[in-house]
């Protein structure tokens, strides 16, 4: 094979790999403009969403993981739930909120056909940017 055939047959390999890193790119950015679209979902304080596509499972992010309570969630999420204690009306509240939004987003992106189940990530980097914030605003509060 000269040159020249075996640089046009590496090109459309190329071609065909970027198409369909597009395409799925394509997929994963659709499905985060339909949660975005759900008026519940777009005015709350976190922003579910599809991080990729795995064949026909929708990568998620949430707050909540094996290592990450539900508390620690809910104190990043709404700083003056500190001081309140588990029973308290306030904290009840938003631990239902927070569920009820996260089983909607579910919903939302199991109603697609493509997509037959959701597995949720914990979004460390959401983490890392509230504590950068922290940081931030401290430093900010303190000169």
Do not use: C
């Amino acid at each position: 094979m000269s040159d020249r055939k075996q640089f046009l047959l590496v090109m459309l390999v190329a071609a065909l790999f970027v198409a369909w890193l597009l395409m799925r790119g394509a997929g994963v950015i659709n499905l985060n403009n339909t949660l975005r679209d759900d008026p519940r979902l777009e005015s709350y304080v976190y922003p579910f969403r599809v991080l990729r596509i795995e064949g026909d499972t929708a990568v998620m992010t949430t707050l909540r993981s094996t290592g990450t309570s539900t508390r620690q969630a809910l104190e990043a999420l709404f700083p003056p739930l500190q001081s309140v204690n588990d029973s308290h009306r306030d904290w009840q509240r938003a631990e239902r909120e927070y569920a009820q939004l996260q089983a909607r987003a579910s919903e939302i992106i199991l109603g697609h056909e493509d997509i037959a189940r959701v597995r949720w990530e914990l979004d460390e980097h959401w983490y890392h940017l509230q504590k950068m914030k922290r940081q931030r605003t401290d430093l900010v509060s303190n000169s």
